[in-house]
């Protein structure tokens, strides 16, 4: 092998020489072997047993420098990877980051330790396999869930999709790299909605169009009060208009069924995402529904163009949608119902309606007695 023939040279240097002449032979070797393309089994073995000798005779710096330079090499066997784990010491990162292929062995030695930054820097890889995948997500750590979330090399299916989508309702920062991610469903991000930036709200909203909703206990609720539907944006519309936003927490509070927290977090949004869906839910058009938004929204910068995609989204989004979305808020349904075939955008006029998988409680009152609860807080808002 060149750069490392006569092998008895060196050998007879490892055996006569000290701890300084071992220091130079092993970074010399290791840096030559580094440059090489992928050596001959023969030229592997050889090295492996110079490297196996060189290692433990060397100082501690001189290890760590040598791992780092072998750590470059295009070719390692499982005997060198376990030289370089062993010996890089603060490089293990950078090493995990950059190597072009580690083994599976490797990478199973190191998810095994669970240690949460390594196994980070693992998820982050380009070429990982199903089997490494199935080791990771079992791991409960934000940090790794945020590196799988931002690898646009895998592709989330089947329990490994519910469960990211699960990890984004609980961390924002996975929510919003997998908003950025062309090849992920948006409307499964629902319950993780009041996270995202504005453009990703839209996105979501977006994805519920075009394909067939699940049911919902609000649907048959909501197609019978919307009747009301002027009276409530009558009422919105005057609230808004003088900024009585707290006066609009309550209004959504008591007709809605969510809390009051989420209900101020809808009248104080001044990107009118949040309100675009309960004004849809209710069945609010384009014309009404963009004077509310008109209103609501904020003023300090141009948003002619958000305000004329929401004015696309009062006819490209049905008011069932948009129950389901708050249905989702109000956690009586699951998101992640939406990953099956039959809900999918391209299945959605192929396949029928699968059964009714819905979690949580419906509303207790019936449909008569929310209509009339919401004209009459719609009464109060205008007259008061």
Request: proline letters at 5%.
């Amino acid at each position: 092998m060149i750069g490392f023939q006569p092998y008895e040279t060196f050998r007879l240097l490892i055996e006569t020489g000290g701890v300084e002449r071992a220091n130079t032979l092993l970074v010399a070797a290791c840096d030559a072997y580094s440059r090489r393309p992928k050596p001959l089994p023969a030229e592997l073995l050889q090295f492996e047993e110079l490297a196996t000798r060189l290692f433990p005779s060397a100082s501690a710096t001189a290890r760590e420098h040598a791992a780092r330079l072998l750590a470059r090499a295009e070719f390692l066997s499982p005997v060198l990877e376990n030289i370089v784990l062993e010996n890089i010491d603060r490089g293990v990162e950078e090493y995990l980051m950059s190597a072009r292929t580690i083994s599976q062995a490797l990478l199973d030695k190191i998810i095994a330790t669970k240690n949460v930054k390594h196994c980070a820097q693992i998820a982050a890889r380009p070429d990982l396999g199903q089997k490494t995948i199935a080791k990771l997500f079992p791991i409960n750590s934000r940090t790794i869930y945020r590196a799988l979330a931002a690898n646009s090399a895998i592709k989330f299916r089947g329990p490994y999709l519910a469960a990211i989508a699960r990890a984004a309702a609980m961390d924002h920062r996975v929510a919003t790299s997998l908003a950025g991610r062309p090849d992920f469903d948006k409307a499964l991000l629902a319950p993780a909605f009041f996270d995202l930036a504005e453009h990703s709200r839209l996105a979501v909203l977006t994805a519920f169009g075009g394909r067939t909703i699940p049911p919902t206990p609000l649907k048959r609720t909501f197609e019978q009060i919307s009747v009301v539907t002027e009276e409530f944006t009558l009422a919105l519309m005057k609230l808004f208009s003088k900024n009585r936003r707290p006066e609009v927490t309550r209004l959504l509070t008591q007709i809605t069924g969510l809390d009051e927290v989420r209900c101020g977090q809808i009248a104080h949004d001044t990107s009118g995402a949040a309100l675009f869906v309960i004004l849809r839910a209710f069945g609010c058009r384009a014309h009404d529904g963009m004077k509310v938004l008109l209103h609501a929204t904020s003023h300090e910068i141009n948003r002619s163009r958000a305000l004329r995609e929401y004015a696309h989204l009062f006819s490209f989004l049905s008011p069932q949608s948009m129950v389901y979305v708050m249905s989702i808020w109000r956690q009586d349904v699951e998101a992640q119902v939406l990953a099956e075939a039959e809900f999918r955008p391209a299945a959605a006029a192929a396949r029928p309606l699968a059964r009714q998988r819905i979690s949580g409680t419906a509303f207790q009152r019936s449909a008569t007695d929310a209509g009339k609860r919401i004209a009459a807080a719609a009464a109060r808002a205008k007259a008061s």
